[in-house]
């Protein structure tokens, strides 16, 4: 069938009826509503001062039923004002002239009319939003009940002749409101209509979207794999599909209604497309594993850690991602099945060997987000590392180049069998190094491709001294780098991982699981710092937030104790032993923060100082030494 398309206009409350009749229906891979109020604000301004904006394209069939491909945004947000305009009023529609006129007959002194007229336009606004919920309540405003409104809020107006001056006052102001909101009712909005072969239509919404900004790499997916479908059977992948149909009750709020979607329909099918497939998987895995992906922020946003991993698991390089359906969909129904549910196992492992450093409670908190110290990519490689190591073998041609995959999930490996025990000894520090070494920073998709395809990436042998040199090396470059006196930074996601793993053996079960929790804190504390730095007239600058200078520390003590050292808080001694403090916490003694009381040169304290944390920096060697090797 051959496609056509031709231009043509849209009454905008004729769009508006459409939508709100479903006569006009949204695809499933089109976005949901994320525009904020700054853009859909722009847009209606642009409408109102009768400038161009861009044009819808809708596919008609031949029953009249129609889908915008393209302008999802535009529209919604004409429907909004349409069915509440008053959202949509602001300053912009506040005549400062008529606002003036009335502060002139409040009788109050020239002084106090900056705030006065600034309480008539709060109160305004307030006004025409709170009463005036529909199209129909705005056109058929009573400009009188603002007079009596306002006079409750300022007694001074409360004067029958003020009210009607007041009506006459606002009388124009609104009015032209209403005029705008009459044509904007009537406004012609560009269409182009598309009839022809519905088939084609993720590819238009590819093309037209491909080379705009406003469009993430996996909306384009979205509708490129809108046609590739799989079957969930595993009864322990279900919850992905109610993570979907989240996303498409978020979406269908109100009354937009997407083609052919129906929640009961997919939650009984559970056929899904592999875009959804991955967007569910990716907030599956979430869900359940946060410390390793973060937590899920939003129902409807689509997260890439999905699409990562299931494309890196089955061996493709990330630059290949834009065909991950068709690389997937080359195995049946069951094969994709068992790739996720390994997938999730080989989580769940991966999560064992690491959870030193990314479920350690540290000064973790008790709230729905969580920290994550590593970079998406340096996890989804060490998820794929494992999984591609126990099911997946390549196959290369005389260049080296993968010919073929084979997977099979129904067995580990026999060479995994022989390589595991080192990878759990081993990956914890290389893990750290990667760290350390911030490796991972930047796009990292070509080291992440590398390490699929290198089966002895994290079995290699990290031996103490190259950990070592790699810890100094570190420390050194931060002792160089920050130079704080008045602003401390906060620690960093290598001193957090670091202070994890010294604190590991430390803390008991109870502090771990307890409801007790712990600060990250400075034991040259960060107040007393900037007070003895103040005396060098910002002419000295010290690494303050060094490691050498960190601790985890109880909250409620640490809280209480200020700029005070743990030595010279007489009341946070009451709670901890010297003893215990030294041994669980802070590793000194007293004699190390002696210098603190001394009156020193500039030289002498940053010495003082730089001894300190290096000193200290020894012993928090020692202690990753005992816990890693």
């Not at 031709?6 to 006009?24: C, F, H, M, V, Y």
């Not at 109050?108 to 709060?122: A, F, G, H, N, V």
């Not at 996720?340 to 991966?350: A, D, G, M, P, Q």
């Not at 081993?426 to 990667?434: C, E, S, T, V």
């Amino acid at each position: 069938m051959k496609n056509r398309w031709k231009p043509d206009t849209l009454k905008a409350s004729e769009l508006e009826r459409q939508i709100k009749e479903n006569i006009i229906t949204i695809p499933t891979y089109q976005r949901g509503a994320v525009w904020n109020a700054e853009k859909k604000n722009k847009l209606v301004e642009t409408i109102k001062i009768g400038l161009p904006f861009g044009s819808l394209l809708i596919y008609k069939d031949d029953n009249d039923k129609k889908q915008l491909i393209d302008g999802l945004q535009r529209s919604l947000t004409i429907f909004e004002f349409i069915n509440n305009p008053a959202k949509f009023f602001d300053d912009s529609n506040i005549d400062s002239k008529s606002i003036r006129e009335i502060f002139k007959i409040t009788g109050y002194q020239e002084s106090q009319r900056s705030p006065i007229e600034d309480r008539i336009k709060t109160e305004l606004i307030k006004w025409v939003k709170e009463n005036h919920p529909t199209m129909e309540s705005v056109l058929h405003m009573d400009y009188s009940n603002f007079s009596y409104y306002l006079a409750k809020k300022l007694p001074v107006l409360n004067d029958l002749e003020k009210a009607h001056t007041i009506k006459e006052i606002i009388k124009p102001m609104l009015s032209g409101y209403k005029d705008i909101c009459q044509t904007l009712l009537n406004t012609e909005i560009p269409v182009i209509y598309l009839t022809g072969d519905k088939s084609i239509l993720p590819e238009v919404f590819e093309r037209i979207n491909s080379t705009g900004a406003n469009l993430t790499k996996y909306q384009i997916f979205s509708a490129a794999w809108s046609t590739s479908l799989v079957k969930i059977v595993d009864t322990s992948l279900h919850a992905i599909v109610t993570h979907i149909t989240n996303r498409y009750d978020e979406m269908v709020r109100g009354d937009i209604e997407i083609e052919d979607y129906d929640s009961t329909t997919l939650k009984r099918d559970k056929e899904v497309n592999v875009f959804d497939l991955c967007f569910g998987f990716g907030k599956h895995i979430k869900e359940h594993f946060p410390n390793l992906f973060g937590t899920n922020k939003d129902i409807s946003q689509v997260d890439s850690i999905g699409f990562n991993l299931v494309n890196a698991c089955i061996g493709h390089k990330v630059k290949s991602q834009n065909i991950l359906n068709e690389n997937l969909t080359q195995f049946n129904v069951t094969q994709i099945n068992n790739i996720l549910v390994k997938i999730f196992s080989t989580i769940k492992e991966v999560d064992t060997y690491l959870k030193t450093v990314t479920t350690f409670k540290g000064n973790s908190r008790a709230t729905k987000m969580v920290a994550v110290n590593h970079t998406e990519y340096q996890i989804v490689s060490i998820i794929a590392y494992v999984f591609i190591q126990k099911y997946v073998t390549f196959e290369y041609d005389e260049n080296d180049n993968v010919k073929k995959r084979i997977i099979d999930t129904s067995r580990k490996s026999k060479m995994w069998n022989s390589k595991e025990k080192i990878f759990k000894q081993n990956i914890l520090r290389a893990y750290i190094i990667d760290v350390l070494n911030e490796n991972w920073r930047g796009s990292g998709d070509k080291k992440l491709d590398s390490i699929i395809h290198n089966p002895d990436h994290y079995i290699r042998e990290i031996t103490w001294r190259e950990f070592e040199i790699e810890l100094d090396r570190w420390f050194d470059k931060v002792a160089t780098e920050r130079n704080e006196s008045k602003k401390v930074a906060n620690p960093k996601e290598t001193d957090k991982t670091l202070l994890n793993v010294v604190y590991s053996t430390l803390f008991t079960a109870e502090d771990q699981y307890g409801d007790r929790y712990f600060d990250i804190e400075h034991l040259a504390t960060k107040g007393l710092m900037k007070d003895k730095l103040a005396n060098y007239n910002d002419e000295l600058k010290l690494p303050i937030s060094s490691i050498g200078n960190l601790c985890y520390l109880p909250e409620a003590e640490n809280r209480a104790k200020g700029k005070k050292t743990i030595y010279d808080d007489s009341e946070y001694l009451k709670s901890y032993s010297i003893d215990q403090l030294e041994k669980k916490y802070t590793f000194t003694t007293k004699e190390d923060f002696e210098w603190l009381k001394k009156d020193l040169f500039i030289s002498e304290f940053k010495t003082e100082y730089l001894n300190f944390i290096r000193n200290r920096f020894k012993k928090i060697k020692d202690k990753i030494k005992n816990n890693l090797f």
